[in-house]
T-cell receptor, first 114, second 113 residues
Framework: GAVVSQHPSWVICKSGTSVKIECRSLDFQATTMFWYRQFPKQSLMLMATSNEGSKATYEQGVEKDKFLINHASLTLSTLTVTSAHPEDSSFYIC??????????FGQGTRLTVV | GQQVMQIPQYQHVQEGEDFTTYCNSSTTLSNIQWYKQRPGGHPVFLIQLVKSGEVKKQKRLTFQFGEAKKNSSLHITATQTTDVGTYFCAGPSGYSSASKIIFGSGTRLSIRP
């Protein structure tokens, strides 16, 4: 299957700092990228959907000023968690979709805010 | 908004027993997808069903899409320890290729060797 690379795989940051997570589709063009958050033993909660070159569409309850999403090219999307707080600690996963119907997932980023 | 629910939430079976998870959507789906997430891993695509009443098989896994295209099931015959993980169904929110994908609540399968 297609490959989606997410970086970093884990990060620990201090409360109040910002963290950037990158999601790259390595061998296909991702017209749509999705960002999910997953708390332990729970499902994937969609945070936002981004299409290349346009603003991301955020789900209800997700603060767009706190979770900045940029999808500047067909192979790269970034999620920046601004002014992170301990409650933002979670597993963040991106997925990318191109011409094929299924979405391919990155490895995920475990964010711990201390 | 659209909701996708799965039951059961957890299932603990003896190795060799069968396992079934059920997925129900609050709205009609153009297609449904199934993913498996191993502990500590990321979701991996298993299959997509598109047609009403469609049934697909992958070795010991049987996937079914309901006639009304609002429900689906995944059945595993004679489970093995490699089947451990969480199984998610997922459906698009609309009919365009840009529709967001909504995940079900997931069913976590554990197996007694």
């Amino acid at each position: 299957g297609a490959v989606v690379s997410q970086h970093p795989s884990w990060v620990i940051c201090k409360s109040g700092t910002s963290v950037k997570i990158e999601c790259r589709s390595l061998d296909f063009q991702a017209t749509t990228m999705f960002w999910y958050r997953q708390f332990p033993k729970q499902s994937l909660m969609l945070m936002a959907t981004s299409n290349e070159g346009s603003k991301a569409t955020y789900e209800q309850g997700v603060e767009k000023d706190k979770f900045l999403i940029n999808h500047a090219s067909l192979t790269l999307s970034t999620l920046t968690v601004t002014s992170a707080h301990p409650e933002d600690s979670s597993f963040y996963i991106c997925s990318a979709r191109g011409d094929r119907v299924e979405a391919f997932f990155g490895q995920g980023t475990r964010l711990t805010v201390v | 908004g659209q909701q996708v629910m799965q039951i059961p939430q957890y299932q603990h079976v003896q190795e060799g027993e069968d396992f079934t998870t059920y997925c129900n959507s609050s709205t009609t789906l153009s297609n449904i997808q199934w993913y498996k997430q191993r502990p500590g891993g990321h979701p991996v695509f298993l299959i997509q069903l598109v047609k009403s009443g469609e049934v697909k098989k992958q070795k010991r896994l049987t996937f079914q899409f309901g006639e009304a295209k609002k429900n689906s099931s995944l059945h595993i015959t004679a489970t093995q320890t490699t089947d451990v993980g969480t199984y998610f169904c997922a459906g698009p929110s609309g009919y365009s290729s840009a529709s967001k994908i909504i995940f079900g609540s997931g069913t976590r399968l554990s197996i007694r060797p």
